[in-house]
């Protein structure tokens, strides 16, 4: 299991930045958080002893605003889940904010905006032309044991092809042991670099909606530690380095799925 901490700064010396016009008890106060996170390529993963992602990138420029300097720890996420329980002046990410966390945790973000829908290759015969249509396919696969996974089963498909080894879903839409592959746009980019296809080579089929991801502070965080993140993302997301790192990751904003409606229980 994946206990290691990572120096998050890769060495670099960090010097005063952009929010240090801020309370310097408040500024002191977040740069004494803890921050954990979980190994989950491509949002967060070592590399070469390096914290890398999509997920960190946009924490580490965060921190880097504010002058943090502390080693992120990488954990398994249910140990990253008791810590936030367990502990006042935590954060972990990147986490999906859902109803049932809402009063969880107190919530910065989104660091991840992600969009979740059902690929297929270009020129599948025969064309889809209904979400009723999607029931008749032989295969869709989806990561197993997902929220995706789950709610369509929850809206009574049977046709589903778990994939336990998210690595090798382009493989399997490429040699067609799945007619449909559940994907955020990030992952399959992330896929994509690592095959012969391209993003031409397939098209968006249906989509479920964003699946944005956060940093997330445990609930006894201070307020004013809370403000100083807060502010600290803000201030990327204003000077344009967010979506730089977006753009970067993969994220397609002009995405336009074959089938509209939406999917739910009977249908």
Do not use: C
């Not at 295969?139 to 092809?161: C, D, K, M, S």
Request: charged share 20%; hydrophobic share 40%.
């Amino acid at each position: 299991m994946l206990t290691a901490a990572v120096v998050m700064m890769t060495g670099t010396i960090v010097q005063a930045g952009p929010l240090d016009g801020l309370d310097p008890s408040d500024l002191q106060k977040a740069r004494n958080v803890t921050l954990v996170t979980e190994e989950y390529p491509p949002y967060n993963f070592i590399e070469s002893g390096q914290l890398r992602g999509v997920g960190a990138e946009v924490v580490q420029a965060m921190a880097l605003a504010i002058g943090y300097h502390k080693e992120i720890e990488v954990l398994p996420w249910k140990r990253v889940l008791l810590r936030l329980e367990d502990e006042a002046e935590i954060g972990g990410f990147s986490m999906t904010r859902t109803a049932q966390r809402e009063e969880q945790y107190a919530w910065v973000g989104p660091i991840v905006k992600a969009s979740v829908g059902m690929y297929q290759l270009v020129g599948r015969t025969p064309p889809l032309r209904s979400i009723e249509g999607l029931r008749h396919v032989e295969a869709i696969g989806v990561q197993a044991g997902g929220a995706h996974e789950q709610a369509l089963r929850t809206y009574g498909f049977e046709n589903l092809e778990p994939i336990y080894n998210q690595g090798s879903s382009i493989q399997m839409l490429a040699a067609g042991r799945i007619d449909l592959l559940v994907s955020s746009d990030i992952e399959l980019f992330e896929q994509l670099n690592k095959t012969a296809l391209t993003r031409e080579d397939l098209e968006l089929v249906y989509s479920f909606g964003r699946g944005d991801l956060y940093l997330a502070f445990s609930k006894q965080i201070s307020a004013s530690a809370l403000q100083v993140w807060q502010s600290a993302y803000d201030h990327i997301v204003e000077n344009e380095e967010f979506g730089r790192i977006m753009a970067k990751h993969g994220v397609m904003d002009d995405q336009h799925p074959l089938l509209e409606g939406d999917l739910s229980i009977g249908q």
